[in-house]
């Protein structure tokens, strides 16, 4: 299965890559206005853009640590560790129009699912890009649960292979502003 090329966000505001098998989660339940979450068929992988409110108060390789801290405190992580933060090259993305600072962070927290006692360490890639001249901070997250070893087994596992960092990058990398209303009036 090819990647989704294009494929419209928030309403086609935006539109991205995604990578091959991703399922968008709004079909399946509910997923908040300022969010596009989507999970691999076969995998307990995950990515999720949010459109955030821009935090002026930091900046920098400090905002990326921000938001990732952010999201363990939402998600009860019991443990966040950062492993390394560095900048991404703005001409390298489709916002760079309207992208003033970029920043990639990988990390692990240590989380449980619902209704489960047993935390599993999670390793997540974030990408944050600030939109400024929009108030807005897009953060995009790459979820990596361990494996599983039930799913590893499956026969459908071999036809569609776990998401990489070149997926999520291919990600980071296409996402297009086609409406900037989407963020009010200027």
């Not at 419209?8 to 091959?20: D, K, N, R």
């Not at 944050?128 to 590893?152: E, G, K, V």
Request: with cysteine; glycine share 6%; proline share 9%.
């Amino acid at each position: 299965m090819e990647p989704t090329q294009d494929y419209p966000l928030f309403g086609g505001a935006f539109s991205a890559t995604l990578p091959p098998g991703a399922i968008d989660v709004s079909d399946l339940r509910p997923v908040p206005d300022n969010q596009e979450v989507f999970c691999h068929r076969v995998t307990d992988q995950s990515l999720i853009v949010e459109l955030l409110e821009l935090q002026a108060h930091v900046r920098g390789e400090e905002a990326a640590r921000y938001h990732f801290e952010d999201v363990g405190g939402v998600q009860g992580a019991r443990t966040v560790q950062v492993e390394a933060v560095q900048p991404l090259l703005l001409e390298n993305l489709g916002l760079r129009g309207c992208c003033e600072e970029a920043w990639v962070l990988s990390g692990k927290q240590q989380v449980a699912k619902e209704n489960q006692q047993v935390a599993k360490d999670v390793t997540l890639h974030q990408a944050l890009l600030r939109l400024t001249p929009y108030q807005t901070d897009l953060l995009l997250t790459f979820n990596q649960p361990p494996p599983d070893n039930r799913s590893s087994l499956d026969p459908e596992n071999l036809s569609l292979p776990p998401w990489s960092l070149g997926d999520f990058e291919q990600l980071v990398t296409s996402l297009t502003l086609h409406d900037p209303n989407i963020f009010g009036p200027q």
